[in-house]
Structures are given as structure tokens and as C-alpha cells.
């Protein structure tokens, strides 16, 4: 079947003039009255007798037989033509159907059922209305069709050629669009040939069917002047006006600024209205933007394509108890007809009747099960909505609901790259707040006129609760001196036996006085290595050692042998021996990645039972700071018992890294212990982000001593001793209250219990830091003898586990 396709643009009259018609087409009768004659007149039934009295009328009007040139004629016998037209409409379909009988190959009437007449011709007969294509496919589509008939009623040729026809028109009482889809019969005309009919070879015939699209060919084939049209097409209409509209608000949906955009939103509300029928119902949408509700309506000024910057902003608590919360919670659309008899009205519907509306329904927008907003129509009529409306509705919500989460979507891009912008990486607990600053300024800025987010408001969260834990290499800094000074050694002991082989092979006293060098170099690094010292030995090395191997590889084979082991324990990125060293970063390398991964995985266990800030850092060793307090969570979904949770969990999380260092000891390139250190402060605190330096930090000079703490705590020895507080295999708890001391035992105790510890606990005073007095610590063994962990599971999951199995 060959469909041609309408254009798509803005819609063209179908009263626009088309090209000349190349065809003779004669307006006739005469079909219809074969028609009777021969299908209805015959008959001997009562039919047959009114269609005998009918023709016998015709019979005596014999210029209705002949072609019709003037409509007058027509006119004239109006009460006749009807008679004739009932063998083409059924009186019942002449009460309230759409059809009519045409000029042929014209867009003019000469017979048309009143519903026809009303809405889809004018006055003179010819048809109103928008096609969704130009003039000059239409004269195409014409011209095709006049071709298919010739081929069929001459050739018996079916090229079935169809042309999918919606004419759009407006209706005179409501001022709205209705679609119309137009279905054309042909059943009426007749094709004469003039003279000898052209003859179709096979070649014609396939010429036809490949040029359907070039008129030129086909009036080469089959020249119009060979053909005369005559009789008369009738149409019938069929309502489309649901399905056209659904489909073009589809349509305009798809585009990203459909609800954000004056002209685009305007559109929408008047489809809605041609889809209702409704000419003075109007379009209202909301966004659900945190505690912000984002409201689009008609009127609304659209000036910067955005959802945030165009609408009006509410607060989600002005909405309570209102309509909207009301369908917002039975998730269905809700309707009222009529808002001055709807009993408990809030300030919203007093808003909207002081506005002139009566009747309202409120749709709830869902998208993949979240609610993201409402769509709203008003109308000044009581009960102009009602429920009659629900199927409607529910076909059009989830195209409303994508377009709506489109716009927010774009919003957030746009929120996220000021943060990008201003803050880097945000930890997600925290995010919204920062959103919502992002928000506030495009709120300040478009209060201003501007359409760009302004400066950021300050970012605090108060009376906070700080957490901070250690898990620090134990003399990290001295085993990495030992490998560098180890390294150095074997550097000069190579280059040494160097020299003492082409002395031997030469005897020159300057190569044994530079040897002499290299062993008194030698002699100073095992007795002490200072800063400085390595490059000065490395430059050494370079300019007076290793510059003569090319010249002294000549001096045979026992040189030759001594130089290649030299070059072949240089680490060709370092350009030195890197042996220790090498073993050393390895060793830290693994430690540190033992110690995060396992503490990313208790982290995401411990952000499940209570969301909190969580802040990590690689050293040598790993420690983090966490902050958690309602202020920092969105719904203020935060209790002491949470506080007390991750405390526990924090001192839990300390035995097991300490018994993920000792399973990985085996594995280290070289010997390398851990020790836990956990600071308790059980005083709020308050953290403000510091935009230039992209992080938080505490705020006030009073919390800066917190800071000051976590920066010397790792370094605190025990009162009247030269004992690191700090020990590998115990965890140490720094606290300044008896009271945190008092919880810490309790946690400690439970902790024996479950096995993770083990031993007496030490209560110990520690020496004054510097800024810091008064601190004092418990310390408690590790207990690594014990099967109490399981590789892959969170501490809290084995928590819950064991908790279970203790009360069976």
C-alpha cells in the first residue's frame, strides 16, 4: 500500500489555492441516479416503490441527469438532491454524523449533513480547516489520486493510494481546535476516455509505480487531456480531536523546554483545552524541589528557561493540609467542583477562589514511583471538571511527569556545576544543603534581575558531634630513613667494588683515593644520615663515579662485571638503588590499602544506620574524622542513640583494622606495625565549608583546640615516662571528661564480651601538649586470637548476627 506521508510545520488552509488541475472534471449526477436505478428502483418491496417514485422525479428534472456546471441548479431541487443523497448517508447518520458529497476533485460541497455543514464547510460549501501539510503536496496528493481512479476504472489497476487527512478546525461555539480525520469514497465518479485509451505496456506500467512522485512522468504516460472525471466524491469525518491531541502534547513534551518556555506552555494549555473542551480552563504545575515547591501557571513570566528561575517559589509546609497534600497522599487525581462547597478550606483554596475558580482537580505527578509534583487545572464554571475527566487525566500525567523531571533534571545540572565550580567533590550527606544554597542565590540573583547563581550563603552546620580515629604506621618515619639510608649503602658499596677492581686491574692511586672518598661517605651515612645529605651523595656519585664507567669498562672483564651489577641495581625512575625503599612504599602501599577498603566497606554499613559527614585521609596510615548531628541531615532524623551507635561502631572499626594489619604482616615486603588511636569529644561542635580552600573545618576559636588535638594527639607519651600512648596491638581512647571515660568503659566491656578485646584496661594520664592539657587515655588489647571476623561481612552486620544468636 503506497501511504504518503503529511508534512509536518505549520498547517495549511485547506481553502489555500492549488496548482491548476490538469484533468477535465465534470460535476454530474448522473452515478447516483444509475445508482437508484439499478440497485433500488428494481425492486418489488416498498423500497422499490419510493425509488420509483423518486426517479420518476428525475426523470422530469432532466438536467440533474446531465453534467452540472451551475450549483444554482442544485439549489434549485435541494428537496430532491436530499432524497437522492439518502442511498449515500442514512438518515440516521444525516442527524448527528459528518459526511458530505463533493464537487469532484474539489474541496466544495454541494450536499452536506448539518454537523458537517456547522463546523467543517463555510457558507459557499468549501471546506475549512488546517492540514498538517503545504499546498503543494496537497495538489500532489490530487493529482495521485486522480491517476489511481483512471488506472483502476480503466486499467484495473489498484495502486492504493492513501493520504492519512486530519483537518484541524476551529469550533464556532468554543473557539477550540477538533480533529477531524476526512475518509474519501469514489464510488461516484466515473472516467471517461477520450478516443483510444493509452496503451500500458509492461514497461508503462513499471514506469508508473516508479515515478508515483514525479506528476511530470506520470502526465507523460497518461496524458490528462485523454481522461474526462465525472461525477461527485463524498467525504465523511470522523472525530479524532483525544487522539491527535494526546499525540501532539506527547510531541511538544519531548522537547527539554516545553513546560519552561511561554509560548510552549500557552500551547500546552490550549491543547488541554481541545482535548477537554473546556475553552476557559487553565494549566497549572508544580515542582517538588526539597522543602521548595516550584509553581508554573498560566501567566507566569518565562524569561530564562528554567523551572527554578520562572516559577513561584512555596515552602512544602504551605501546603498542608490543602488539596494538593490531599492527592499527594492518596496518589489519585482529586477532584472538586466546586471549591465554594468544599468543607476545611485552607489558605491555598481561599487563594483560588479569591482568584475566580470554582471547580479544580489536582493530579499528583509520579515518576519511576517518586513523587516530583502536581499538575493543576482550574476552571471559573462549577463542575466544569469532574470526574468524567479521570480517563483523560490519566493518560496524559506520566507524559506531564517525564517533562516535569526533564526540567528538574536540568536544574540539578545546572546546581551541580556551580558546586563543581565552588566546591569540588561534596561528601552526598550534605549535598542538599549545598543545593539549596546553590538555589537560594539563583533566588537572590533573579531577584535582582539576574539570570546566574550570585555569591553562596555560608554553609555551617551547628552543634555537630566530631569523631576522629588514628591508624598510624608505627615509626613510619624512621623505617623510611633506615631504607633510604639502607639503599645509600648498598649504592656506595657497589660503587666501591667498582673502584677496588680497576685498581687492581690499574694500579692509579686515583682510583684508591676515590675510593678512599666513597668508603669515608660510606663511614659518615652508617653513623647518621641528615637532611641534605642523600642529594649531595647522588650528585657525588654521578659527576665522580659513575661518569668514568664508560672509560673504565676497558679495563676487562672482572670491571666490565662490577659496573653491570652497579647499573643493574639502579632503579631507572629514582636513578639510585631502591631496594628498601621500594620494599618500604610497598609495605605502606598495602597497609593503607588494607586499612581503607576495609574502612569503606564499615562505612557504607554504618551511612545505612545513620547518615553522617565521613572524611578520609592517606598518610602514612590512614585516619578520618566524622561529623554527625541532626544539623547536618535534611529530615533532622538524628537521636543520641545514634551519636552513641557510631561511638560503638567507631571503636569496633578500630579492632577490626587492627586485625586486618596483623592478617596482612605475612604479605609486607618489609615489617611494618600499626597502632589505633580514637579521640573522644562528646561537646558539639560547630564546621563551616571554607569555599577557598574547597573543605570544611571547625569553626570558632573555641573548636580550633579540637583541631589542634587531632594534629599532636598521635604523638602524646604516658605522664612520668618516655611510653608512646600509642602501641602496636591496643587502641588508645583520648578523652578529657570522666564522663567519656565512663561510656567508653561500658563499650569496651561489650566489646570483651563479643571477644574483639582482651586483658585489663590501662587508665593513664598523658604529658601536656603543646595547647593542650588535662588529657588522659584508656588503652586495651587487640584480641587477635580470636575467630571473631569475618573477611567479607560489615562489623555490624556480625554485630547483629552475634546480638541474635546471644538472645536464642
Known sequence: MNELKATSGVPTSISAKL?????????????LIRYWERDLGADDCLLGTVARTILEQVRRTPELARPVADLDVVRAHEDLIECLMVAVFSPTFQEDGYGAALLPFRLQTFFATPAFKRILSDRDGFLVGRVDADASLLAHVRLLHTYSLILQRVYGIDLGVEFPW??????????????????????????????????????????????????????????????????????????????????????????????????????LQQKLRALLR????????????????????????????????????????????????????????????????????????ETMLAAGYRSVVVAPLVYQDE??????????????????????????????????RRSMDELNNRVQAVI?????????????????????????SEGDGEAGAGEMEPIVFRDVYPLYALSDIRGSSTHRAWAIQADLLAQLGLARDVLQAAFRARPMPILDQLRHRVETHADAV???????????????????????????????PDVRGRIEAYRAAIDPQLGAVATKRRGFDESVTLLNETISSYLDMEERAAQDVCPHYFEKQRTDGVDYSIYAGAALLEDDGFTPLHLKNLRLW???????????????????????????????????????????????????????RYEIMKKRIDKAVVRGTTERLTQPGKIAIVYSQAGEAAEYRDYIAYLQSLGYLSGDVESLELDELQGVLGLRALRVAVNFGSAWMDAGTSLIDAAVRSGLTSSR
Not at 390 to 397: D, E, F, K, S, V
Not at 432 to 439: M, P, S
Request: proline share 6%; aromatic share 8%.
Open 19 to 31: 496548482d491548476e488541475f490538469p484533468f477535465r472534471a465534470e460535476f454530474s449526477l448522473a452515478p
Open 166 to 267: 486530519v483537518s484541524i478546525v476551529t469550533d464556532p461555539e468554543t473557539g477550540l481546535d477538533r480533529h477531524f480525520k476526512l475518509l474519501l469514497d469514489r464510488r461516484f465518479l466515473e472516467v471517461d476516455v477520450v478516443g483510444e485509451a493509452p496503451v500500458l505496456t509492461a514497461e508503462a506500467r513499471q514506469r508508473l509505480r516508479s515515478h508515483m512522485g514525479d506528476p511530470a512522468a506520470l502526465m507523460t504516460i497518461l496524458p490528462p487531456e485523454k481522461f474526462v472525471i465525472r461525477g461527485f466524491s463524498v467525504i465523511r469525518a470522523i472525530e479524532v480531536t483525544e487522539q491527535e491531541v494526546l499525540s501532539s502534547i506527547q510531541r511538544d513534551l519531548i522537547d527539554k523546554e516545553s513546560v519552561v518556555s511561554g509560548e510552549r506552555f500557552r500551547a
Open 278 to 349: 473546556l475553552p476557559e480552563m487553565e494549566l497549572g504545575l508544580a515542582a517538588i524541589e526539597g522543602d521548595r515547591v516550584l509553581l508554573l501557571n498560566f501567566g507566569s513570566r518565562f524569561e530564562h528557561s528554567c523551572i527554578f528561575a520562572d516559577s513561584t517559589h512555596r515552602r512544602l509546609g504551605d501546603f498542608a493540609g490543602s488539596i494538593y497534600e490531599r492527592a499527594s497522599l492518596e496518589r489519585r487525581p482529586l477532584f472538586i467542583e466546586d471549591l465554594e462547597a468544599y468543607p476545611g478550606r485552607t489558605a491555598t483554596e
Open 371 to 404: 513523587m516530583i509534583g502536581s499538575l493543576k487545572l482550574v476552571s471559573p464554571k462549577p463542575g466544569a471538571l469532574n470526574v468524567a475527566y479521570t480517563p483523560h487525566l490519566l493518560q496524559i500525567l506520566p507524559l506531564f511527569a517525564v517533562a516535569v
Open 420 to 444: 563543581k565550580e565552588k566546591c569540588t567533590a561534596i561528601h552526598p550527606v550534605v549535598e542538599w544543603r549545598f543545593r539549596r544554597a546553590v538555589l537560594n542565590s539563583l533566588e537572590r
Open 526 to 556: 652508617e653513623v647518621s644520615l641528615r637532611t641534605g645529605d642523600e642529594a649531595g651523595l647522588f650528585a657525588f656519585l654521578r659527576t665522580e663515579v659513575e661518569s668514568l664507567f664508560d672509560h673504565l669498562e676497558g679495563y676487562g
Open 650 to 704: 567507631q571503636l569496633m572499626v578500630a579492632c577490626g583494622v587492627a586485625v586486618r594489619a596483623e592478617r596482612v604482616k605475612p604479605r609486607l615486603p618489609e615489617p611494618l606495625d600499626i597502632t589505633s588511636l580514637i579521640l573522644v569529644q562528646h561537646a558539639p561542635l560547630a564546621i563551616r565549608f571554607r569555599f577557598d580552600e574547597k573543605r570544611f573545618d571547625v569553626d570558632g576559636a573555641y573548636h580550633v
